[in-house]
T-cell receptor, first 113, second 115 residues
């Protein structure tokens, strides 16, 4: 049961530019998380934003959440080649007390040196 | 730092074999998860466990079983491997409570090929 959908599927930028990725979801959520996955590795948690928050920062990362539009965005500022990875959003399945996260299919980001 | 260790990075098995994938976490987490990741399909939850000897089916449990005899170890079992189970398998863990309230910590994955 797909919940989050990332957009675009792929993004290629130059080092130093900003990268913006979007996530849309279908049902109400309690929280939304963003993860990064380097090629051939596991996922690494980046940031969690709660449904009553609108914006959150962590270093060069900025996440926004618009519950009225059922969407979130991840902005990476001043990108580096090391930011090359796939980025996933994840939401709870909309059921209170669930231990499950539902992941989108990801945005593949390439940062060219 | 939380460490989730999967026993093999790459594994090749034959159709019909019984396959065991092992996962160990060192942070005393209650919740553990098994996902498979396929191109174009993203991550799909196979099984999860919120306590020793407890298990819950995820979205695609058919053809799989799990075992959690100790808190730190969660095993995924392919009862009779088929080529459709060729995939990347990811194990994750998180502390007690609802998973959407906290991050999941992932291992580096096992790339399994069934011939």
């Amino acid at each position: 049961s797909q919940q989050g959908e990332e957009d675009p599927q792929a993004l290629s930028i130059q080092e130093g530019e900003n990268a913006t990725m979007n996530c849309s979801y279908k049902t109400s959520i309690n929280n939304l998380q963003w993860y990064r996955q380097n090629s051939g590795r596991g996922l690494v948690h980046l940031i969690l934003i709660r449904s009553n928050e609108r914006e959150k920062h962590s270093g060069r990362l900025r996440v926004t959440l618009d519950t009225s539009k059922k969407s979130s965005s991840l902005l990476i500022t001043a990108s580096r080649a090391a930011d090359t990875a796939s980025y996933f959003c994840a939401t709870d399945a909309g059921q209170g007390g669930s231990e499950k996260l539902v992941f989108g299919k990801g945005t593949k980001l390439t940062v060219n040196p | 730092d939380v460490k989730v260790t999967q026993s093999s990075r790459y594994l090749v098995k034959r159709t019909g074999e019984k396959v065991f994938l092992e996962c160990v976490q060192d942070m005393d987490h209650e919740n553990m998860f098994w996902y498979r990741q396929d191109p174009g399909l993203g991550l799909r939850l196979i099984y999860f466990s919120y306590d020793v000897k407890m298990k819950e089916k995820g979205d695609i449990p058919e053809g799989y079983s799990v075992s959690r005899e100790k808190k730190e170890r969660f095993s995924l079992i392919l009862e009779s491997a088929s080529t459709s189970q060729t995939s990347m398998y990811l194990c994750a863990s998180s502390p007690a409570g609802t998973a959407f309230n906290q991050p999941q910590h992932f291992g580096d994955g096992t790339r399994l090929s069934i011939l």
